[in-house]
């Protein structure tokens, strides 16, 4: 909880140990329960900066009640002392309630580096305890400390992952490799300890995220084309999960701009959970048929859609992720393109780009998902942007 994690990126650390949460069998019905899983977190940053959610909580007797403690939780924005966070874990809440014969296992969020006044041990869990270490690049654009994420995971070398980006937690395929790890076999005397077999938490159905879409409204997309990227978002309004009201603390709005000329900015939606909003813009929204300014388009979303400066759009949510989702082939006038890419980055925006077709820029692509390649999708055919397929995998990598 540090402050070059950010507020984003805590959040999504959040939503992960949610979703992990989620895949859970029965949770144990008290504190002294020898069945079921019991779960606790430990957030922390500088010097006596620990809070938690205990194993011990007599309040937490289902995912619910955990999820709501979870969701409590507020970034710290302060230092970070690994070390003593580690051993505050293992002396204060897995020492005093620990339960006989039980497989005690730690998940370890970190980029791997801490306040070198820290007296403590990376090493202090590791005392009858299974740990792995998930290591991510910090807010500042440092990669993630290998040698003392080793340490933190007992020097096991199988125990320890790099991720490039928080926004790989959300993904399907990792979380159920974190599923495999943490479910423990069904046994005799605890049945019902397994996983739900199957169980998948819904898309965006536990985290808010306003997702804001750029449309690429210049002479190369073409009208047919323009109304296929909407209706492509129109298919994705109804396979991902919409919030219920402007401050609801979960599921998705969306917002679409068109993006043409250096000043042709048309906010075609504002942040939005109407579906049938949504689908009218496919046959009212004017194509501009203009060139492309991707870096004023950028520049517009952060400082009047993400910041509204002007107070005359919606905003974000409190605590809401933001994500940029960019439909374009790339091809785009270069001024202020790199600026605007940084102001991106450090709004904490989650990109992912969309391209159609074999004339692209992927040079420029790759540039507006901060060369995160999994965040790079690539179509032959815009007819294959509608297809049922693709529409769900793109909602399972919203997550």
């Known amino acids: ?25 029965k949770m144990a019905r008290n504190t002294s329960d020898p069945c079921g899983s019991r779960l606790g977190v430990v957030q922390y940053s500088h010097e006596g900066a620990v ?171 073409g009208e047919e084309n323009f109304s296929t990227f909407l209706r492509f978002i129109h298919r994705l309004s109804q396979e991902i999960c919409l919030a219920q009201k402007d401050d609801d603390d979960q599921g998705a709005r969306i917002a679409i701009l068109q993006f043409g000329g250096e000043t042709e900015q048309d906010v075609l939606l504002d942040l939005s959970y109407n579906v049938s909003r949504i689908e009218s813009l496919i046959s009212k929204a004017v194509y501009r048929d203009s060139s492309s300014h991707l870096g004023s388009a950028i520049f517009y979303a952060t400082d009047k859609m993400i910041r509204n400066r002007n107070g005359k759009l919606k905003g974000l949510r409190k605590n809401a992720e933001i994500s940029f989702v960019f439909l374009t082939d790339g091809v785009t006038n270069f001024k202020n393109f790199q600026e605007a890419v940084n102001s991106m980055r450090n709004a904490n925006v989650v990109p992912l780009a969309i391209s159609v077709g074999s004339n692209i820029d992927k040079e420029v692509l790759l540039h507006l998902v901060l060369n995160e390649r999994s965040s790079l999708f690539h179509l032959k055919d815009y007819k294959d942007l509608v297809s049922g397929k693709f529409i769900r995998s793109i909602a399972a990598y919203l997550g």
């Open 1 to 25: 909880s540090s402050e070059s994690v950010g507020r984003t990126n805590f959040t999504l650390a959040k939503y992960f140990v949610i979703n992990i949460a989620s895949r859970l069998g």
């Open 51 to 221: 809070q938690s959610v205990r194993f011990d909580d007599s309040e937490i007797t289902s995912v619910s009640s955990f999820v709501a403690k979870v969701k409590g939780l507020q970034w710290i924005a302060g230092g970070t002392w690994t070390p003593s966070a580690l051993r505050y874990t293992y002396e204060e809440l897995i020492l005093p309630s620990r339960r006989a014969s039980t497989k005690v296992l730690a998940i370890v969020i970190t980029d791997g580096r801490y306040d070198p006044k820290d007296p403590s041990n990376l090493e202090a869990l590791c005392q009858n305890v299974e740990v792995y270490a998930i290591g991510i690049g910090d807010d500042l654009h440092h990669e993630a400390e290998h040698a003392s994420l080793r340490r933190i995971a007992c020097n096991r070398e199988d125990r320890f992952e790099v991720l490039s980006v928080y926004a790989q937690l959300a993904a399907e395929e990792f979380q159920e490799t974190i599923e495999k790890i943490v479910c423990p076999e069904p046994t005799v005397t605890c049945p019902e300890l397994k996983c739900a077999p199957g169980k998948k938490v819904a898309p965006l159905v536990l985290r808010p995220v306003d997702l804001l879409f750029f449309v690429d409204g210049s002479e190369r997309t």
